[in-house]
């Protein structure tokens, strides 16, 4: 009931919607009673206005919001809604008060009938939030339906360039957009009107009347025991069979549920491809017009009672809910992985704030060292300045007593010039004692003179002594400056060094980030090819279930003795058709 409960509120959607002409949310109370009492009269359900005016005593003039009128609705209508009233009925009563306020169908290749087909399928296909819009998924599911049912070729490159311009626009249809894509025809170029048309009541048949097989048969009767010619249409619970195709003579009707069971016969009384559905209190004996169609309808009839047995619903509802949850899967995996990856960019632009913030500690690194070499440079250059200085002020001490002693030693050369003259005196005077003793007393004078000047002499060799002491401590006291500046430079090296080893550390980690994001996006977009295989797989899946064969009858109506309802160049193409859809179905699995 939940399930009729969903799909009723659609169709009630789009009414109250016409209802609300200047779309405010709000219908009048008179409107809403005239809706009310369609609805119940369709539905089979006791109407009740004396409720509906206790409901809203407070608001008699002005108009109704769709918040106050869902409780009424859901009280006095839904809750006592009953599975014994026409459903297409009530879809053609809500479907009559909207149409004409939302499209303009002289334009468009369909009818009103086929309009009214598939702003049906929309509502079948539509999300369950409102307001109501059709996905592209759902889009595709049902375009692809349509092109199967008409014999044609789906063209998915056409597909995927109007899905780039939905997307643009807001990636979902409402129904009279998609009544307006189907009826101009975009996607069915080259098929009629009369086609079209066709395909558009098989998929209509198949998703909404829930036929799961059609199409004429051999059924012996119950009393007379005479074969007559039916056309018969299988839906979940029953098996009805028709004087013909447009279904306006219904002959009768086989009910089947939980305990029926369905077997083949052998040939028999001029009959073939004979199989039998045993019932409680009957069985029914039909002859299919080949092998083929017996084991097809006795395949999809065994399908019915086993989904009665297991309590399941309808195939295309049970493939509509397992679509829904496999994008309900898929959206939950890609907010996940999208949660993910926002918490890896996270990650990574901490790694890159991490990485900005040592690069610029790095540059004010880099600019003091630089700073550091420039200033030990400069200080540098001042200590060789002065060093030069102080070298060229004692080399001109140097050149100073160099002089002097060149000076002194021109003296002493004029002393031993004068020596050597005495001496020439002393051998002159040799003769003569007083000149003797007067030379001896002369030399004695000229001795302590020359002790005075080697005295002098030893003095001026210790001062030098001195001053060349000065110089090699000063050469030191450089040296040692030079070599604490060199240790300071290698220190700042070395710092630098191991600031460099954890920049390339932290550029490793980004990389590592990096990886581990390439990663996460393969893995999204494998996720996605996955989630595509698998729909491919539902779709194709979908359309081995679907036993819905294309019942066109030519003009050529002949019985089971002659080639069924086809000529004999369509029963060739179609059974080529087949072979080939066999042969790629085998070749795909």
Known sequence: MGLLRDELLKSIWHAFTALDVDQSGKVSKSQLKVLSHNLCTVMKIPHDPVALEQHFKDDDEGPVSNQGYMPYLNRFILDKVRDNFDILEFNNVCWTLCFKKNINMSHLLISNDDAFKVWCIFNFLSEDRYPLVIITEEIEYFLRKLMEAMGGIWNQERFDDYKLTLNRKQ????????????????????????????????????????????????????????????????????????????????????????????????????????????????????????????????????????????????????????????????????????????????????????????????????????????????????????????????????????????????????????????????HRLEDALEDERQARQDEETMRKLQTRLLEEESAKRAELEQIHLQQQRAISQTQAEKQELESERLAKEMALQAAMLQLESLEKERHGALEQYEEVRMKLEQAANKTKSWKDKVAKHEGLVRLIQPGDKGPQRMTNWGPAAFTDTELDLRKKSWQERKNHNQSAQ
Request: hydrophobic share 30%.
């Open 171 to 426: 990636q979902c249809l409402s129904a009279w957009e998609l009544i307006e894509l189907v009826g101009m025809g975009h996607f069915s170029k080259g098929m009629n009107r009369q086609t079209l048309s066709m395909g558009i009541s098989e998929v209509f048949q198949e998703l909404i009347l829930d036929v799961l097989r059609q199409g004429y048969m051999m059924k012996k009767g119950h009393k007379r025991k005479n074969w007559t010619e039916r056309w018969f249409v299988l839906g979940p619970n029953s098996m009805s069979y028709y004087v013909s195709e447009d279904l306006t003579d219904k002959k009768g009707e086989i009910l089947l549920d939980r305990n029926c069971c369905v077997e083949s016969l052998p040939d028999k009384e001029g009959k073939k491809c004979l199989f039998i559905v045993k019932c409680r209190d009957k069985s029914f004996e039909i002859s299919a017009s080949d092998k083929k169609r017996k084991q097809e309808w006795i395949q999809a009839i065994q399908t019915c009672i086993q989904l009665l047995r297991l309590g399941l619903p309808s195939p295309h509802l049970e493939a509509r809910l397992r679509r829904r949850e496999l994008r309900q899967k898929q959206q939950a995996e890609q907010g996940e992985l999208e949660e993910r990856m926002r918490l890896l960019q996270i990650a990574n632009e901490n790694k890159h704030r991490q990485l900005e913030s040592m690069k610029k500690k790095l540059e004010e690194a880099a600019a003091t060292a630089t700073l550091e070499e420039q200033r030990r440079k400069q200080t540098q250059t001042d200590l060789q300045d002065r060093y030069r200085t102080d070298l060229e002020r004692e080399k001109m001490v140097r050149q100073q007593m160099e002089e002097q002693v060149a000076q002194k030693s021109s003296e002493l050369e004029q002393y031993l010039q004068r020596v050597r003259e005495l001496e020439d005196m002393y």
